[in-house]
């Protein structure tokens, strides 16, 4: 383990409910109405104009370019008026200073890059991580390893010759394990977001970041579930 790569919402930041609340609010006047159940299932993980886009193929609205858009800018400014004071979760922050002190650090998450800097400026963190990628710094988004390989490629000038084999990625989704896994990197779970057995492709899964540090994560990465 020569660096460790966090998704942001749901593994640092408790905001999975809030993105719920305002993805919800701004498909109401399309005419569609979601419900949490619906979120887990089908759009949580993934990047706000994929989701949209597929909220409204699914529910028979036009899902070309300029209707996803809208409703993205509308949920954006509707996250925005959400997003003042969403908590850390309990030894996320712990976890970040400890590691931060012996490896390069980086965020790969299917968040606008704009949020993801002002929540890590808020909790106090930002200086921590030499890579942050949101969505809007990659062509792909997850379940395409992209994103995790943006964010190596960031970690490298820190770490000469490190390799993907050589991250720890931390999610808290099926899509976003996928992703990290594609880009051939050691992932660990954290039921967050999801319960344990839902993670299952994760090659480690942790009830949560509490009471975890820099030698438990080695320890439990020393060999791939």
């Known amino acids: 383990m020569r660096a460790v790569i966090f998704d942001f919402d749901g593994v640092l930041v408790n905001s999975e409910p809030l993105h719920f609340r305002s993805l919800r609010d701004s498909l109401v006047p399309e005419g569609i109405v979601i419900d949490s159940t619906e979120y887990l299932r089908n759009y949580v993980a993934y990047d706000d104009r994929t989701a949209i886009r597929i909220a409204l193929e699914q529910h028979g609205r ?93 970690l490298q000038p820190l770490a000469p010759g490190l390799e993907a084999a050589d991250c720890v990625a ?34 480690h899964v942790l009830a949560s970041l509490r009471r975890v540090d820099a030698m438990a994560l080695k320890t439990l990465t020393t060999t791939r579930a």
Do not use: W
Not at 68 to 78: F, G, L, P, Q, S
Not at 171 to 196: F, K, L, N, Q, S
């Open 62 to 154: 036009p899902c070309d370019a300029v209707s996803v858009e809208i409703v993205a800018d509308r949920k954006a400014r509707m996250f925005g008026e959400l997003k003042k004071g969403i908590p850390f979760f309990p030894g996320a922050r712990e976890l970040v200073r400890e590691l931060q002190r012996e490896m390069p650090l980086g965020i790969a998450s299917g968040a606008r890059h704009s949020e993801i800097e002002e929540l890590l400026e808020e909790g106090g963190i930002r200086d921590a991580f030499t890579a942050v990628v949101g969505a809007d710094d990659v062509q792909n988004t997850k379940p395409h390893p992209e994103p995790y390989l943006e964010a190596l490629r960031q």
């Open 170 to 203: 931390l999610e808290d989704t099926p899509v976003g394990i996928a992703a990290a896994r594609a880009a051939g990197m050691t992932v660990i779970g954290v039921a967050h977001t999801y319960d344990a057995a839902a993670l299952s492709t994760a090659h």
